[in-house]
């Protein structure tokens, strides 16, 4: 396994393997690496014959108050357990390589970026669509492999990568979970072995939504608030938002006519965690 650190050397080793007609999968990460983020590296190596694994935790993406210097950081443990996937490329930026001191320019979507975290996080999805862009510039992928778990982040992305014409095929892979539930992230390690049980209604409360529009409720109005009620369950769950959105949009629906995406994060102590389930049309 090669480990890049340098943007010229692997924009290079992208020209390399597309003259020899390699396709080139690709994950982005920010490192701390659990069996979520080898799931999309499964996937990308299903696509392709050369698969890449970025490591680079993004200063655009946190805002003043929220956990960049605390992030974890593991880059050996990581390289370790990608290197048993048979990745063929980890390209670990600096953050000087990837942000110049000169450098002004940013993407940002217009209209998805304030919504859901968007809109409790101001600021986040320009960071995430700026270094994704940048990293898609780099790598030159055939494919991107994103985990269904950051679904506003899909949207972002999804509209981000069609509006400007970018010749890469996003592809989503599904949310990985612990056995009891709680969607895999990196920012788990925070939680207390109290909050992490705490956090388990977040699945609970997804899962009452699923179990009432199995039950022909179709009304977005009635499905939130039965949700809510399951939150309310566990008063140390600090809710941001609870939303019922069209999953392309990330507007809220009336109803599950056309399918759904509901979105849920709320803190535990101080940690914030993200989770969703996606409604087919009734």
Do not use: W
Request: hydrophobic share 45%; glycine share 4%; proline share 5%.
């Amino acid at each position: 396994m090669r480990i890049i650190r340098d943007i010229r050397e692997m924009q290079a080793a992208s020209r390399a393997a597309r003259i020899q007609g390699s396709p080139i999968g690709f994950v982005p990460t920010m490192g701390a690496l659990h069996p979520g983020h080898l799931s999309l590296v499964h996937r990308a190596r299903t696509l392709s014959s050369l698969v890449v694994v970025s490591i680079f935790v993004n200063p655009l993406q946190f805002g003043p108050a929220e956990d960049f210097n605390q992030y974890p950081r593991t880059l050996e443990a990581d390289c370790a357990k990608l290197e048993a996937e048979d990745v063929d490329i980890v390209f670990a930026p600096s953050v000087q390589q990837m942000y110049p001191a000169e450098a002004t320019t940013v993407v940002h979507v217009e209209g998805l970026s304030d919504k859901l975290d968007g809109r409790s996080r101001p600021g986040h999805f320009r960071g995430v669509s700026t270094v994704v862009a940048k990293l898609f510039h780099i790598v030159q992928p055939d494919y991107a492999v994103f985990g269904q778990k950051d679904a506003a982040q899909v949207a972002v992305l999804r509209r981000m990568v069609r509006d400007l014409n970018m010749d890469v095929e996003l592809v989503i892979a599904p949310i990985m979970r612990e056995a009891d539930g709680l969607a895999l992230s990196s920012r788990n390690v925070y939680l207390t072995a109290e909050q992490r049980r705490q956090a388990l209604v977040l699945r609970r409360a997804l899962l009452h939504i699923a179990s009432c529009a199995d039950s022909g409720e179709t009304a977005a109005d009635k499905l939130r608030a039965a949700a809510l009620t399951v939150l309310a369950s566990e008063p140390a769950a600090r809710l941001d938002y609870l939303e019922i959105v069209h999953p392309d949009t990330l507007e809220a629906v009336a109803d599950l006519a056309q399918g759904a995406l509901v979105a849920v994060a709320a803190s535990f102590g101080s940690t914030r965690l993200i989770d969703n389930l996606l409604l087919p049309q009734r």
